[in-house]
C-alpha cells in the first residue's frame, strides 16, 4: 500500500529536485574529480538513491510505484547494461592508441565549449541509432525489449537488449534538437500517458523475463507498428 507523501514535501521534490541534484551533486562530482576517483563514485551513487527517492514521492503515475514482477529483471538489465558500458570506456584509451584518427579534436578551445561539443557529437550517434531502430527490422528486433516495459520508472531506461546495448554504446541523452529535426519528438499538450499504452503495439505478449527478452530478437515473429513503438 502506498502512502501518500506530504504535500509541502511533494511541492520541495517537484520543483527543488533538479536544480539541487545539478548544483550540489554536480559540484561535487566538479570539486572532487581531481582528487577523488572513488569519491565520484559514491555521490554519483548518492544521485541515483536520491533521483529514485525523489520519484517515488512525485510519481507521473502512482501506479508505476509498484512492482509488475519486473524489478529482478530490470536490475539485471541495469547491472548487465552499465557494466558492459563501464568496460566499453575503460577500452577507448586502448582504442584510440591504434585507431587511425581522421578528425582532430579541437584542444585549443577551451574546456566547457569542448563539453558541449561532446554532448552534440554523442547525442547525434544514439539519436540516430534509435531513429533507425523503429525503421529497420533487425534493429526493431533488439530494440522493442527497451519497449517492452508496462510501466515507467527509473530503470526504464537501462532495459535494453545487451546487442542494441552494444549498437548504442556512443550514447548520448541530452537535446531534443535531434527528435525534432528526424522528425520524432511528440508533444502531448497535457495529455497524461495511460497505463495500458505502454509496451510494444501489437506484442501485448512480449516477453517478461530477463533470459526471454535476451533470445526473443532470434525468433522468426513479426514485428509490427516500429515507428509508433
Given amino acids: ?22 548544483i550540489v551533486g554536480g559540484g561535487a562530482i ?23 527517492v525523489a520519484e517515488w514521492v512525485v510519481p507521473f503515475e502512482e501506479a508505476w510505484n509498484r512492482s509488475r514482477d519486473d524489478r529482478m529483471r530490470d536490475a539485471v538489465h541495469a547491472i548487465v547494461n552499465e557494466s558492459s558500458t563501464a568496460v ?48 529497420n527490422d533487425w534493429l526493431w528486433r533488439f ?3 527497451h519497449h517492452s516495459v508496462s510501466r515507467m520508472y527509473g530503470f ?3 532495459v535494453k537488449h545487451p546487442v542494441h546495448q552494444a549498437i548504442e554504446t ?13 522528425g520524432t519528438f511528440a508533444d502531448p499538450a497535457g495529455r497524461s500517458v495511460a497505463v495500458d499504452e505502454l509496451g510494444v503495439a501489437g506484442r501485448s505478449a512480449y516477453p517478461v ?15 509490427t507498428d516500429r515507428l509508433n513503438a
Avoid: C
Fill in 143 to 145: 530494440h522493442a525489449v
Fill in 88 to 135: 566499453g570506456v575503460l577500452t577507448v584509451p586502448a582504442v584510440v592508441g591504434v585507431a587511425p584518427t581522421f578528425v582532430s579534436w579541437p584542444d585549443g578551445v577551451p574546456f566547457l565549449l569542448q563539453v558541449l561539443f561532446a554532448v552534440v557529437v554523442l547525442d547525434i550517434g544514439i539519436t540516430v541509432v534509435h531513429w533507425w531502430s523503429h525503421r
Fill in 156 to 158: 526504464n531506461g537501462l
Fill in 209 to 223: 523475463g530477463y533470459v526471454d527478452q535476451l533470445r526473443e530478437p532470434f525468433r522468426r515473429t513479426i514485428r
Fill in 170 to 182: 556512443a550514447a548520448g541523452l541530452f537535446l531534443l534538437i535531434w527528435d525534432r529535426l528526424l
Fill in 1 to 22: 500500500m502506498l502512502i501518500a507523501p506530504n504535500r509541502s514535501v511533494e511541492i520541495a521534490v517537484r520543483y527543488a529536485f533538479v536544480p539541487l541534484l545539478a
Fill in 30 to 52: 566538479v570539486a572532487l574529480a581531481p582528487i577523488s576517483k572513488p569519491g565520484v563514485v559514491v555521490v554519483v551513487f548518492a544521485a541515483l538513491v536520491v533521483s529514485f
